[in-house]
């Protein structure tokens, strides 16, 4: 079991930047994918990035290339996702996620909200 707790959501201008920080609980943290997703109001919850168990690769959406990094600390059971040159279309709630597989979908966080204002 692993409980995941998100922080750093907030509202920012556009063009400007966040960081979310997803902390794990247990010991098996190495063991998980961990991954971003996000959902905006009336849309389908969707990927955003994700990263393997060492950091040694990553996916993101073509949404948030170039804009976002997603990276882990092992040591601190923690996942982050730096979000530059945000827009108002990254306005959503974002979720942490942990799964065994890419599919990043066994356990969830409660969501931080990110609002991007023009």
């Known amino acids: 079991q692993v409980q995941l707790v998100e922080s750093g959501g907030g509202l920012v201008q556009a063009g400007g930047s966040l960081r979310l920080s997803c902390a794990a609980s247990?010991?098996?943290?190495?063991?998980?994918?961990m991954g971003w997703f996000r959902q905006a109001p009336g849309k389908e919850r969707e990927r955003v990035a994700h990263?393997?168990?060492?950091?040694?690769?990553?996916y993101y959406a073509d949404s948030v290339k170039g804009r976002f990094t997603i990276s882990r600390d092992n040591a601190k059971n923690t996942v982050y996702l730096q979000m530059n040159s945000l827009k108002p279309e990254d306005t959503a709630v974002y979720y942490c996620?942990?799964?065994?597989?890419?599919?990043?979908?066994?356990?969830w966080g409660q969501g931080t909200q990110v609002t991007v204002s023009s």
């Open positions: 996620a942990a799964g065994i597989t890419s599919s990043v979908d066994d356990y």
């Open positions: 990263i393997g168990r060492s950091g040694g690769y990553s």
């Open positions: 247990g010991r098996t943290f190495v063991t998980y994918v």
